[in-house]
């Protein structure tokens, strides 16, 4: 471990993200994903102990600095410290608290975890504290997809995802900042920060202000001997918080410009027939063991489109995806429907006005091309929804679309468990091994196509 640390914080910049890599990819997302207490738990000591190596190394001066203002100068100081977070006794101060005026919501910085968890903890701290601001902190894709939500605002950090381990890092000295100016002028008892165990604060290892405003979720341990998904544990949890049940439901609110072209566009696609819409979206965000492969991306849109329907694709945040969705469109072309070849439009957000304004209807393949406030829009406009363990299935259930979730790469059962889409509409998760994926694409395909035929003819 030591030595990993050494290359993640080296002066090589190849070798540091290599490193950085190494320790997520085979240390610290296996731990996180079986939600275990054991495992969160020396989740939490490998990353203390990465913090404490960080903060000695020249990068880290800054890191060191602030987390010695805060008092906390050893390995020891932060795990008794986070350990001291999800105490249960601590919430009963907010229980009816009044003369709350702000209150700060951190970012899980992935889409999908914020329409997952945190949207369902910003519907019911609305609840709790109506009077209050509400600031979610996080990066700019998260505007698009709450945007709508007039009652919310926003601050934008960036969090280095594909970044060396102190770049990780050192975002929190930028959400520091942040906390620090939208709290300006607030005594301790005026505002709250709600964390839903982001990647901002690593874990709540890294604190942002005093510990009595700050309340933790431990997503990784909270109720771990049940089947629960994480929209559902963050709302009974805040139950807990609160000492009331009010359930919350994770949603999304998009901007009614968007709302109005996705109508407009699927409207125009389906050219006043009853052919249904499916929504694709095969982005794995990086993680091949989430694929299942090329054959079954094609013969899935393919068969799709043979059966009948209309497929609007995504493709894709660039790079592999767009080459894999390119691959796609290229054997899509060759389908025939009705005698016909079937007609393939692709769109991106310059040519998104020129298309509705143009004279044409009818499409049996929609290319999506850029924003994923659009997409989401797209995706709620649509009969149902088909992609990989990513965001795209917890957009359509906040959006009441039907949803199948082709969940390969899986490190436990209970991460199916914790991430399977929840909503008011049915969503259906399909299980496939990673070692399994390669070996037997038509047996998943079969399963998936299946159970769209189902979920469409129940429409």
């Known amino acids: 471990m030591t030595r990993l640390a050494e290359l993640a914080t080296g002066p090589d910049p190849s070798a540091a993200k290599a490193a950085t890599r190494a320790i997520f990819t085979s240390l610290v ?29 020249s990068q880290g001066r800054g890191l060191d600095r602030a987390l010695s203002e ?105 959400l520091l900042k942040a906390v620090e100016e939208l709290t300006e002028g607030l005594t301790e008892g005026e505002y709250l920060v709600v964390d839903p165990d982001s990647r901002l604060t690593q874990l709540g290892l890294l604190p942002v202000s005093p510990d009595d405003n700050h309340l933790l979720f431990p997503s990784r341990e909270y109720k771990a001997a049940s089947d629960l998904s994480l929209g559902r544990l963050a709302s009974d949890w805040l139950d807990e918080v609160f000492g009331e049940a009010a359930p919350a439901s994770p949603r999304v609110s998009l901007h009614p410009s968007d709302l109005e072209l996705a109508e407009g566009v699927v409207s125009r696609m389906r050219s ?14 990086g993680n091949s063991l989430k694929r299942v492969g090329d054959e079954f991306e094609w013969g899935l849109v393919r068969r799709l489109i043979e059966g009948g329907a209309c497929v609007v694709l995504d493709k894709g ?106 909503g008011h509409a049915e969503s259906r998760v399909i299980p496939v091994e990673a070692r399994a994926a390669r070996a037997d694409e038509q047996a998943v395909l079969s399963a998936v196509l299946s159970a769209a035929r189902e979920m469409l003819q129940a429409r």
Not at 118 to 128: F, G, P, Q, V
Not at 272 to 285: D, E, K, T, Y
Request: charged share 25%; net charge negative.
């Open 317 to 422: 945040a660039g790079g592999e995806e767009e080459m894999r969705a390119d691959r796609v469109i290229e054997h899509s072309a060759s389908v025939a429907r009705e005698g016909r070849p079937i007609r393939v439009i692709e769109i991106d957000e310059a040519g998104l006005g020129g298309l509705l304004a143009s004279d044409w209807e009818g499409a049996d393949l929609l290319v999506w091309s850029g924003r994923v406030g659009m997409l989401a829009a797209l995706i709620g406009e649509s009969d149902l929804y088909i992609g990989y363990d990513s965001a795209g299935q917890h957009i359509a259930a906040a959006l009441s679309v039907p949803c199948i979730d082709v969940f390969a790469g899986y490190g436990s059962r209970r991460m199916l468990d914790r991430w399977k889409p929840a």
């Open 29 to 57: 997302e296996p731990l996180a994903d079986s939600f275990e207490p054991d495992s969160a738990r020396l989740y939490e000591r490998l990353f203390a102990q990465i913090i404490q190596f960080c903060r000695r190394t």
């Open 70 to 174: 805060f008092g906390l100068e050893s390995e020891e100081d932060l795990l008794a410290r986070v350990s001291s977070l999800r105490d249960p006794s601590r919430f009963g101060r907010w229980r009816g608290a009044k003369g709350v005026r702000l209150v700060i919501i951190f970012s899980r910085v992935t889409l999908g975890a914020d329409v997952a968890i945190t949207s369902a903890i910003i519907e019911r701290l609305r609840r709790e504290f109506p009077e209050a601001s509400l600031v979610l902190v996080g990066g700019r894709k998260a505007a698009e997809l709450f945007g709508g939500d007039a009652g919310l605002s926003f601050r934008e950090i960036d969090y280095q995802r594909s970044g060396a381990t102190v770049d990780r890092l050192l975002s929190w000295l930028d």
């Open 272 to 285: 006043g027939s009853a052919r249904p819409v499916v929504a694709i979206n095969f982005g794995v965000g």
